[in-house]
């Protein structure tokens, strides 16, 4: 039956490009390249069995090096960097099962087809995707946090925090998210006729104290359910209680090298977040909302809001602007020009901007909360902003679990909008692997190659 080969032709396809480009990435760039040189020698050296010596500069906990000794069977001479990279690309797949199926659970009226064409544009996101051919930590860090959703969806609460707690193994910040999953579990203890009462769908939230309701509401609820909400949490406050000993032991969150990873007050980062998950998503959104509705003629007392919430933004770019010395120095990233040209004159586009980031937060508030209630739309929020606004480094690898979780949870869009985001992110994908291929450079401080990258 043809809808039976979709999926294999999915997947045939799919897997026929990753394996193309990955014998040309190992053919172009043999060497670890970039955060390969800390990652591949320490899995080399549990491929050794040497569980011990721990490179200083590495930051995140060892599940990258873990995964990849139990795919290649902890071999030496298996464990080469274009193995190790190729151990990734199994990480493509999980993620595409997984979309699948959250999408069937949290989309239930959409069809085993359009769930398919979803996942399949959802795993050609463009930073992660470039990502499936270096061994660095993203493709395994989203895989288990998705099969953690994915899990407690399905009421798997146990296999949900074992999911999450491998997550965390490969970043430490999975840990919030983790949190995001047992809250937005918790919000389903409710019947659909209750939940309709105290959390409506954000978009339609009109005033703060229809919020007010909602949390009141959800309290009412929780303490109604006491029992079940304990039953619930146990294994996330049994993960939450370990990560909190090991960042006690470990004296801080991050291994290794902190020097560089000092935590910050970076509000600006969930501005950043707000465009680039606009852009991303810019097709998917003119695919789910009414135009009329993106842009509605504002009312005296909404401008009055706009002109508040600008100001308010103004006053974080002024106070919380964050500049890393990587963001300065290093000339390898996008952002790197990104902020070059968002600096200059004296800093005024930054300000210029303000516009911007209140138009994409509309568009993405739109197209989420159509579909979310206000309560998991306020729950998303508080994840994402723990996830980055710590972060003083302007990097859209940190975006990449804050944007699927939004974008599989988003009105799915379908036909023409989805064919034209494939093409758009289609299109991002072969530049950026063009450039990281045919436009090296060098820097007169350092032998080696460098290459253009997200």
Not at 232 to 260: C, E, H, M, Q, T
């Amino acid at each position: 039956m043809p809808g039976n080969s979709t999926p294999v032709a999915i997947v045939a396809l799919h897997l026929s490009v990753l394996i193309t480009i990955s014998l040309l990435w190992n053919r172009i760039v043999p060497q670890p390249y970039m955060d390969e040189i800390f990652h591949i020698p320490q899995a080399q050296r549990y491929c050794q069995g040497d569980y011990w010596t721990w490179d200083p500069k590495l930051t995140t906990p060892p599940g990258l090096y873990v995964i990849s000794n139990i795919l290649l069977a902890a071999r030496r001479p298996l464990c080469s960097t274009f193995l190790l990279r190729l151990t990734n690309l199994s990480y493509t797949f999980i993620i595409l099962f997984t979309v699948s199926s959250l999408l069937k659970t949290i989309h239930p009226h959409l069809t085993r087809q359009e769930r398919l064409n979803s996942a399949a544009v959802v795993i050609c996101f463009p930073v992660l995707w470039f990502f499936n051919f270096l061994y660095y930590t993203d493709g395994g860090s989203s895989a288990f946090i998705l099969l953690s959703w994915l899990a407690a969806k399905k009421r798997h609460h146990f296999l949900s925090s074992l999911g999450s707690a491998v997550a965390v193994t490969f970043r430490q910040t999975n840990i919030i998210w983790s949190l995001f999953i047992v809250g937005t579990a918790l919000l389903e203890l409710s019947t659909p006729a209750e939940r309709r009462r105290f959390d409506p769908k954000a978009a339609f939230v009109q005033s703060p104290q229809q919020l007010i309701q909602a949390i009141t509401g959800f309290i009412q609820m929780l303490l109604s359910k006491f029992t079940r909400v304990i039953t619930i949490s146990l294994p996330y406050l049994g993960l939450l209680a370990g990560f909190a000993a090991f960042v006690k032991w470990n004296g801080g969150i991050v291994l290794g090298d902190r020097s560089n990873h000092v935590p910050s007050l970076h509000v600006v980062q969930l501005f950043y977040f707000a465009a680039f998950s606009a852009g991303m998503s810019l097709f998917a959104i003119l695919g789910v909302v009414p135009v009329a509705r993106l842009i509605k003629r504002p009312s005296f007392r909404s401008f009055l809001a706009m002109l508040i919430v600008a100001s308010i933004m103004a006053l974080c770019i002024y106070k919380f602007t964050n500049v890393h010395p990587f963001l300065l120095a290093d000339n390898r990233h996008y952002t790197f020009y990104i902020w070059r040209l968002m600096s200059r004159f004296n800093g005024m586009i930054l300000y210029a901007l303000v516009p911007a980031y209140m138009a994409a937060t509309w568009f993405c508030w739109q197209a989420l909360g159509t579909e979310q209630t206000v309560l998991w739309v306020v729950i998303y929020a508080v994840a994402t902003m723990l996830t980055l606004i710590p972060s003083p480094l302007l990097e859209f690898r940190y975006f990449i679990t804050p944007y699927l979780i939004y974008r599989i949870a988003m009105r799915q869009p379908r036909g023409v909008w989805l064919f034209l985001e494939l093409l758009f992110y289609t299109a991002i994908n072969i530049v950026t692997v063009w450039m990281f291929f045919t436009m090296p450079f060098r820097w007169p401080h350092e032998k080696g190659v460098q290459r253009f990258m997200w």
